[in-house]
Each structure stands twice: as structure tokens, then as C-alpha cells.
């Protein structure tokens, strides 16, 4: 596959990060801090996507036996898109109406966040079916490498855009922001689609068959290793993911930053990652183990959200910032070297459903993480009365589990998984993938 076609389906991959941005980075801390509505209902709307991940298993699946028009792929990319912008554009106007009138502005919430999760999980099993696709097997970790790329780049210039657009910040300049995004994302999705997908010869069978999550499970649970490692990856991702939906209202409530200011932090996150992925995959993959490697990325991350912690505590803004860093930071090398020891734990067929059972983590992980996030800050800060002690509570709590998820890798016997060590591209591919 040419590198045009691989930078065509990454711009697929941007126009779906462009809208992630918007909600995750800026509507979260206008809906927490500036509109006083609660974290936990917040959070329920934004763990809606993760909800309806399970249904990408059967889109794909569909998608892979009713071609339409001849495209298998093509109708559901756009469908896709078109549902995530749109539910993106609706979810101002429903922040701003649970702000004046709650039920019904809840009401309007759940169809906008449904309709932009829905289209989120259409979208991406479709564009990245439609790499495996067009692309070969020996070329697939390339494309998805580009894809992944492309997108925390343009997940890091969004934030930088945004930020300045919203400086300072009003209503009118928020809803400007989000048609300027989706209005971007139609049109590198169109630049991206037209064309791309051959059409398909009619009565062509599908070239892929599609595990289901409840075999990759099973693939997991069979293997009493792979399951502690399942267990280990839950705890993990829910504390280092579990943050997104209170950073920037914490960043608002504890130092008065502008909607400018904490959109920015997005980007400082994503840098960092991406800083540290780059690193491990170039440099210390060479002279550490992956569980080592591991093991130093939950600490980092640890010690970033206690950082965190502590600059609410305190009330030092000057360690919050670093704070941020090291999360990102330690999140890429932990992101890297856990995915290179699942790698250790499958032969080469299997790989296919511990990427199954891996988005499987992902998505409890962030669901239960954002839940726990947002329901422990609205107890935690109504009991004592200051919403400072539930953001730190928060990041504690989260510190926590990150400390319990690194004894439980003590006890994995990494001396019984393959020793195999992947490429960089192979872990920024599987990155994308998950």
C-alpha cells in the first residue's frame, strides 16, 4: 500500500481524535466546573462510548457480509463520522440546557453522547477493518503505526487550536470551537474516504473472520498467567485512565484556570506519551526488561497523579504541571511495555484475540475508572465540603490502584511467556489497534 493510502486512512483516524478533543478536553471541565453539574452525571456521559464498545464486534461482523453499493467498509466509515460529529455538535447545547433545565438537558446528553459513542465505535472498527484490508499482513503494523501517529499528533495540535480560540473564554466562542472541529473533521473524512475502498466483487466472500469478545475472554481465561495479567491490566488503565473527565475541572476549581489554560493540558499529556513512547521503543527497550520497563511507567504514573494529589493539597500550581507530565509519561512506557509482554503471552495466531481481550480491558477499565472518578469526587467533596478534597481524594485513590496493580506484576511469571521483542512499530501499532 502506498504511503498516500496510509496517510488517508490516519486522517480517518484524526477526524474521530478531533471530536474525542473537544468532549474530553473542554466540554468535561465546562460542564463540572462552570455549569456546577455533577462529576458522577458527567462521568455516566462520557462512559457511554465505552458502553457501546462491545457493539463493534457485531458492526464489524455486519459490515464484513452486507456490503453496500459494493463497499464494505466505505458507507460504515461514513455513517460513522457523521454520528460522531453530529452527536459532537449537539453536546454544547445539551451542557448548556442541563445548566438552565436539567432533565431535559440530561435527555438531549444522552442522545448526543449515544449518538457520538455510536458513531465513535462505527468509525473506528471500520477504518481500521478497512487497513487490514487494503494493507498486507507484512505492511498492516506500518499503517496502523501511521494511523496511531497521525492521530495523538493532531490530538495535541486540537488542544493547542482550541485552547487559543477559547481565550478568552464565552458560550458563543465554545459553540464556534466545536463547528470549526466538526466542520475539520467532515472534511479530512471526505478528503480521506472518496475513493479509498475498491469496490467489491459481488458474491466476494469477507477476508476476515472476527473473534468474538466473549473467545477472546475465554483465550484469557484459560491461561491462569494471562488472567492475573487481564486482572493487572483492569487495575492499571483504571487508574491511569480513569482521570480524563477531572483534570481540567480540577485545573479550574483548585487554580483558576481558564477553559484555555486546562484544554492545553491535553496537550501536555499527549506530548509527554508520545515523548515516552518514542523513547522506550528507540532507546530503553535495548538495556531494560518490558516488566522492568513496566513497572518504571506505573511508577512514573504514580507519582504523577500523586504530584497531582499534592498540588491540590498544597495549593502549589507549580506542581501540577509536572504532575501532568509524569502521568503522560509514564502512561506511554507503561502502554509500551505492557503490550509487549501480552505479545509474550500468545503464539502469533493468538495475537488477534489478546488485542481483543486487551480492548476489552481498555474499555471496562475507562468506564469503571471515569465511574469511580466522578461518583468518588461528588461523595468525598458533599461530605467534607470542599470539592478540593474530593479531586485529591481522587488522584489517591487512583495512585492507589496503580500501587496495587504493581504488586499483582510482581507475581507474573514472566519467564513463561515467549520472549519476543517487539518492534516499536509492532507497540505503536498495537496501541492503535487497542
Same mark, same amino acid.
Given at each position: 500500500?502506498?504511503?498516500?493510502?496510509?496517510?488517508?486512512?490516519?486522517?480517518?483516524?484524526?477526524?474521530?481524535?478531533?471530536?474525542?478533543?473537544?468532549? =474530553? #478536553?473542554?466540554? =468535561?471541565?465546562?460542564?463540572?466546573?462552570?455549569?456546577?453539574?455533577?462529576?458522577?452525571?458527567?462521568?455516566?456521559?462520557?462512559?457511554?462510548?465505552?458502553?457501546?464498545?462491545?457493539? /463493534?464486534?457485531?458492526?464489524?461482523? *455486519?459490515?464484513?457480509?452486507?456490503? !453496500?453499493?459494493?463497499?464494505?467498509?466505505?458507507? *460504515?466509515?461514513?455513517?460513522?463520522?457523521?454520528?460522531?460529529?453530529?452527536?459532537?455538535?449537539?453536546? %454544547?447545547?445539551?451542557?448548556?440546557?442541563?445548566?438552565?433545565?436539567?432533565?431535559?438537558?440530561?435527555?438531549?446528553?444522552?442522545?448526543?453522547?449515544?449518538?457520538?459513542?455510536?458513531?465513535?465505535?462505527?468509525?473506528?472498527?471500520?477504518?481500521? +477493518?478497512?487497513?487490514?484490508?487494503?494493507?498486507? &499482513?507484512?505492511?498492516? +503494523?506500518?499503517?496502523?503505526?501511521?494511523?496511531?501517529?497521525?492521530?495523538?499528533?493532531? !490530538?495535541?495540535?486540537?488542544?493547542?487550536?482550541?485552547?487559543?480560540?477559547?481565550? %478568552?473564554?464565552?458560550?458563543?466562542?465554545?459553540?464556534?470551537?466545536?463547528?470549526?472541529?466538526?466542520?475539520?473533521?467532515?472534511?479530512?473524512?471526505?478528503?480521506a474516504l472518496v475513493g479509498l475502498e475498491p469496490r467489491a466483487?459481488?458474491?466476494?466472500?469477507?477476508? /476476515?473472520?472476527?473473534? +468474538?469478545? #466473549?473467545? $477472546?475472554?475465554?483465550?484469557?481465561?484459560? =491461561?491462569? /498467567?494471562?488472567?492475573?495479567?487481564?486482572? *493487572?491490566? !483492569?487495575?492499571?488503565?483504571?487508574? !491511569?485512565?480513569? /482521570?480524563?473527565?477531572?483534570? &481540567?475541572?480540577?485545573?479550574?476549581?483548585?487554580?483558576?484556570?481558564?477553559?484555555?489554560?486546562?484544554?492545553?493540558?491535553? $496537550?501536555?499529556?499527549?506530548?509527554?506519551?508520545?515523548?515516552?513512547?518514542?523513547?522506550?521503543?528507540?532507546?530503553? =527497550?535495548?538495556?531494560?526488561?518490558?516488566?522492568?520497563?513496566?513497572?518504571?511507567?506505573?511508577?512514573?504514573? @504514580?507519582?504523577?497523579?500523586?504530584?497531582?494529589?499534592? +498540588?491540590? @493539597?498544597?495549593?502549589?500550581?507549580?506542581?501540577?504541571?509536572?504532575?501532568?507530565?509524569?502521568?503522560?509519561?509514564?502512561?506511554?512506557?507503561?502502554?509500551?511495555?505492557?503490550?509487549?509482554?501480552?505479545?509474550?503471552?500468545?503464539?502469533? &495466531?493468538?495475537?488477534?484475540?489478546?488485542?481483543?481481550?486487551?480492548?476489552?480491558?481498555?474499555?471496562?477499565?475507562?468506564?469503571?475508572?471515569?465511574?469511580?472518578?466522578?461518583?468518588?469526587?461528588?461523595?468525598?467533596?458533599?461530605?467534607? #465540603?470542599?470539592?478540593?478534597?474530593?479531586?485529591?481524594?481522587?488522584?489517591?485513590?487512583?495512585?492507589?490502584?496503580?500501587?496495587?496493580?504493581?504488586?499483582?506484576?510482581?507475581?507474573?511469571?514472566?519467564?513463561?511467556?515467549?520472549?519476543?521483542? %517487539?518492534?516499536?512499530?509492532?507497540?505503536?501499532?498495537?496501541?492503535?489497534?487497542?
Amino acid at each position: 500500500m502506498t504511503i498516500i493510502k496510509n496517510i488517508r486512512l490516519g486522517l480517518l483516524h484524526v477526524a474521530i481524535a478531533i471530536t474525542f478533543v473537544l468532549i =474530553n #478536553g473542554v466540554l =468535561n471541565r465546562v460542564m463540572i466546573h462552570d455549569l456546577g453539574i455533577l462529576a458522577s452525571v458527567v462521568a455516566l456521559l462520557v462512559v457511554l462510548p465505552y458502553l457501546l464498545s462491545p457493539a /463493534q464486534v457485531w458492526i464489524g461482523q *455486519y459490515s464484513d457480509t452486507h456490503p !453496500i453499493f459494493g463497499y464494505r467498509r466505505t458507507p *460504515y466509515i461514513a455513517l460513522g463520522v457523521l454520528l460522531c460529529v453530529g452527536g459532537m455538535l449537539l453536546t %454544547p447545547h445539551a451542557a448548556l440546557l442541563m445548566g438552565r433545565d436539567f432533565v431535559p438537558g440530561v435527555l438531549l446528553g444522552l442522545v448526543a453522547f449515544g449518538a457520538w459513542g455510536f458513531g465513535f465505535n462505527t468509525a473506528v472498527v471500520g477504518y481500521l +477493518s478497512l487497513a487490514s484490508d487494503l494493507s498486507s &499482513e507484512t505492511q498492516r +503494523s506500518r499503517t496502523v503505526a501511521i494511523m496511531w501517529f497521525m492521530m495523538i499528533t493532531s !490530538i495535541i495540535i486540537t488542544a493547542i487550536v482550541t485552547s487559543r480560540m477559547l481565550d %478568552p473564554y464565552s458560550d458563543a466562542k465554545l459553540f464556534a470551537a466545536f463547528n470549526a472541529a466538526g466542520l475539520t473533521a467532515l472534511g479530512l473524512a471526505a478528503v480521506a474516504l472518496v475513493g479509498l475502498e475498491p469496490r467489491a466483487v459481488p458474491g466476494a466472500a469477507a477476508k /476476515q473472520s472476527r473473534a +468474538s469478545q #466473549g473467545a $477472546a475472554i475465554r483465550a484469557v481465561l484459560e =491461561n491462569p /498467567q494471562a488472567r492475573l495479567f487481564f486482572v *493487572y491490566l !483492569i487495575l492499571l488503565l483504571a487508574a !491511569i485512565l480513569g /482521570q480524563d473527565v477531572l483534570l &481540567e475541572p480540577f485545573g479550574a476549581a483548585v487554580f483558576g484556570m481558564s477553559v484555555s489554560e486546562t484544554t492545553q493540558l491535553t $496537550a501536555i499529556w499527549g506530548g509527554a506519551t508520545l515523548l515516552s513512547l518514542l523513547l522506550y521503543g528507540l532507546l530503553l =527497550n535495548r538495556w531494560i526488561s518490558k516488566r522492568a520497563g513496566a513497572l518504571a511507567g506505573g511508577i512514573v504514573a @504514580a507519582l504523577g497523579l500523586l504530584l497531582i494529589a499534592a +498540588s491540590g @493539597a498544597t495549593g502549589e500550581q507549580a506542581l501540577f504541571i509536572p504532575g501532568v507530565f509524569a502521568l503522560g509519561f509514564g502512561t506511554g512506557i507503561a502502554t509500551s511495555t505492557n503490550l509487549g509482554l501480552m505479545l509474550d503471552m500468545t503464539t502469533p &495466531e493468538q495475537v488477534g484475540l489478546f488485542i481483543g481481550a486487551w480492548g476489552v480491558a481498555d474499555a471496562l477499565a475507562r468506564g469503571v475508572g471515569t465511574l469511580l472518578g466522578g461518583v468518588t469526587r461528588d461523595i468525598i467533596g458533599a461530605a467534607t #465540603g470542599s470539592l478540593t478534597a474530593g479531586y485529591v481524594s481522587v488522584f489517591l485513590i487512583e495512585a492507589l490502584l496503580l500501587g496495587v496493580s504493581l504488586v499483582l506484576l510482581g507475581r507474573i511469571n514472566v519467564s513463561a511467556f515467549r520472549q519476543r521483542q %517487539p518492534t516499536l512499530v509492532e507497540l505503536v501499532a498495537l496501541s492503535g489497534d487497542a
